[in-house]
């Protein structure tokens, strides 16, 4: 067993690991963080993205031990004060999910992209988004969400602070 401390969603957990276990079981099992779905055993559905340290991981192909002194972001620790995201009040607002199995990926892979490119085109949403699969919606709405969200509006034309929001 290996000593790992890691921050999850602004709280810090000292645990004792196997060293081959997966952050996203570390995360949904050990933390009870279900909130980040498993999709696939291939690495390819891309539902499990957490943040590792500021930047999206599919968290089936990190292992627990590699987070030991990070810092993990996952989707239950977007919503302030009971209050969504921008990118979780978008996706609700543009129907940008069905099932809902591949939002909480989504939605950490489009902050990834709005870090790093706050006004994205649709072409380079898409881009972005090619590492998560959905089999549902077709991906129009995903990527109206990703791009309100960029353009600074709400479906209310509400103007919304999303650099403040991932800066934080
Ligand atoms: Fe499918 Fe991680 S569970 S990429
Ligand atoms: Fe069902 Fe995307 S909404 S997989």
Redesign the pocket.
Known sequence: MTHISVTVDGTVYEDEVEPRLLLVHYLRERLGLTGTPIGCDTSNCGTCTVELDGASVKSCTVLAVQADGGEVTTIQGLARDGEWSELQRAFHERHA???????PGMIMAARDLLRENPHPDSDEVRKALEGNL????GYQNIVRAVLAVAEGETASGERTGFAQEVTA
Do not use: A, E, K, V
């Open positions: 999910l069905q099932c809902g199995y591949c939002t959905c089999r549902c919606t």
